[in-house]
């Protein structure tokens, strides 16, 4: 085995050496647009086209830095702002249980934003300093799910390795950040608890923002064109089902299958190796997509379930191989947030 940071590579095995599966979503699930009169555009999904209208009228009355209070105040979640390719506008994007809106409007792009499961995330062992080029040696990650621990208090989830563990089981890398390229966007603080050091679990928390204008939300980032995944609740790692994964390199809606079952004897051989418990998949990954969400096959109302944790790659396919969710949980005593709350 040869470890990477922060995606571990395995050698190939001829068990599971098939060619990939196509990497692409099944489902059309995209915003519709609605006219809204000041607005230079309106969409939404998941609500009608009347609420968004209204919401966006009292956004447009509303100073450019007001609008993510304007949005808490009528029940949207704002989720996260930037400016258009050309300047002088921006996008505006909020949820709301199952729904998405997004609103343009004139004007530079508020601060605005906060943890989604497959955002960029930046790991040091120096302190990160927002604005400040990253730390010689930090390490490119993906954020995944949000989570509720036992005291009430909301984590985010990543891989293990991201933060690594020196010969004395010490953090290695334990300063993370949300990472808004080319710098650390939002500073998170320090990983707050490794699951590898007692377990065979590639997963470790992190704080997460909580603010008006930066928030935490259970959905699945899909960038501002599209409408992000719903996180709607958990569900097992079966051979066979169709999942998707998320990651800072390979992008969104990376799609196949979980390995079936005459995979399970090659899954125990790399858990060995990697001293972590894996399932693998038909996806390809690449170095950076560590820590990235796994889920199901969307639905046509964009909700998901989530399914587990991007750990590492093998073989000449380079395929993903991941950490079940289900223990990670159990070992925090944590509760997945889902869009029910």
């Known amino acids: 085995m040869r470890a990477l940071a922060p995606l571990l590579l395995v050698a190939a095995l001829a068990i599971l050496a098939a060619p990939a599966q196509a990497q692409s979503s099944a489902v059309s699930y995209a915003y519709e647009s609605c006219a809204a009169g000041a607005a230079r555009a309106v969409e939404v999904v998941g609500a009608p086209c009347s609420e968004a209208q209204a919401v966006a009228a009292r956004v447009l009355a509303a100073p450019?830095?007001?609008g993510a209070g304007v949005l808490l105040a009528v029940g949207w979640s704002p989720l996260r702002a930037q400016t258009t390719e050309g300047g002088g506008e921006h996008d505006l994007i909020?949820?709301?249980?199952?729904?998405?809106?997004?609103?343009?409007?004139?004007?530079t792009a508020p601060d605005l934003d906060g943890w989604e499961a497959g955002r960029e995330l930046i790991f040091a062992r120096q302190r990160?300093?927002?604005?400040?080029?990253?730390?010689?040696?930090?390490?490119?990650?993906?954020?995944?799910?949000?989570?509720?621990?036992?005291?009430?208090?909301?984590?985010?989830?990543?891989?293990?390795?991201?933060?690594?563990?020196?010969?004395?089981?010490?953090?290695?890398?334990?300063?993370v950040g949300l990472r808004r390229p080319p710098q650390p966007g939002i500073i998170l603080g320090r990983v707050k608890?490794?699951?590898?050091?007692?377990?065979?679990?590639?997963?470790?928390?992190?704080?997460?923002?909580?603010?008006?204008?930066?928030?935490?939300?259970?959905?699945?980032?899909?960038?501002?064109?599209?409408?992000?995944?719903?996180?709607?609740?958990?569900?097992?790692?079966?051979?066979?089902?169709?999942?998707?994964?998320?990651?800072?390199?390979?992008?969104?809606?990376?799609?196949?299958?979980?390995?079936?079952?005459?995979?399970?004897?090659?899954?125990?051989?790399?858990?060995?190796?990697?001293?972590?418990?894996?399932?693998?998949?038909?996806?390809?990954?690449?170095?950076?997509?560590?820590?990235?969400?796994?889920?199901?096959?969307?639905?046509?109302?964009?909700?998901?379930?989530?399914?587990g944790i991007t750990t590492l790659i093998f073989g000449d396919a380079e395929r993903m191989c991941f950490t079940p969710l289900s223990p990670v949980l159990d070992g925090l005593r944590a509760q997945l947030v889902t869009s029910s709350g």
Request: glycine share 14%.
């Open 193 to 307: 608890r490794i699951l590898s050091r007692s377990r065979p679990l590639d997963a470790l928390l992190v704080p997460v923002p909580r603010a008006d204008n930066r928030s935490a939300t259970p959905v699945v980032d899909r960038g501002v064109s599209r409408p992000p995944w719903i996180v709607a609740g958990l569900a097992q790692p079966t051979a066979g089902r169709a999942i998707c994964f998320t990651g800072r390199t390979s992008g969104i809606d990376q799609c196949g299958s979980i390995a079936g079952r005459r995979a399970r004897g090659a899954e125990r051989l790399l858990s060995g190796f990697a001293g972590t418990l894996v399932r693998c998949t038909t996806i390809r990954a690449a170095e950076g997509d560590s820590g990235g969400p796994v889920f199901t096959a969307p639905l046509a109302d964009g909700t998901v379930r989530a399914v």
């Open 94 to 107: 909020a949820t709301r249980s199952a729904a998405a809106l997004r609103i343009r409007r004139s004007g």
């Open 64 to 66: 450019v830095g007001d």
């Open 128 to 175: 990160l300093v927002g604005g400040r080029p990253a730390p010689r040696g930090a390490a490119l990650c993906s954020a995944s799910w949000l989570v509720r621990l036992s005291s009430g208090s909301l984590g985010g989830l990543s891989a293990g390795h991201c933060g690594g563990l020196r010969s004395d089981r010490t953090v290695h890398r334990r300063n």
